[in-house]
């Protein structure tokens, strides 16, 4: 069993930063992905950014490309997720999301990840 819990959410003024962080523990060598997912009010859950151990795959959404960045500290199990020029329509619960699909390619569907984590409020004021 894998138990994944994420920190670093809050409010903040459009064009401000977050740094979202999540730690996996427990049987955490049948691990090969780690990722992050949002879900906005009245909407879907959607894909944001994951990385994957083979290779170092990175993948980001569109939306968010070139303003959020991925990362991992793998002596500590952690994933980071750095977000620059936050925009309103960011507002959103952020869930971190662990994956047993070994690929070359970063998992990118929700179905994809096993283990979740409860999530935490990303809020972007204007």
């Known amino acids: 069993q894998v138990q994944v819990v994420e920190s670093g959410g809050g409010l903040v003024q459009a064009g401000g930063s977050l740094r979202l962080s999540c730690i996996a523990s427990?049987?955490?060598?049948?691990?090969?992905?780690m990722a992050w997912f949002r879900q906005a009010p009245g909407k879907e859950r959607e894909f944001v950014s994951a990385?994957?151990?083979?290779?170092?795959?990175?993948r980001y959404a569109d939306s968010i490309k070139g303003r959020f960045t991925i990362s991992r500290d793998g002596a500590q199990n952690t994933v980071y997720l750095q977000m620059n020029s936050l925009k309103p329509e960011d507002t959103a619960v952020y869930y971190c999301a662990a994956s047993q699909v070994a690929g070359t390619a970063a998992p990118s569907r929700d179905y994809e990840y096993r283990y979740w984590g409860q999530g935490t409020q990303v809020t972007v004021s204007p």
């Open positions: 427990g049987r955490t060598s049948s691990i090969y992905a």
């Open positions: 990385f994957s151990w083979f290779g170092f795959s990175i």
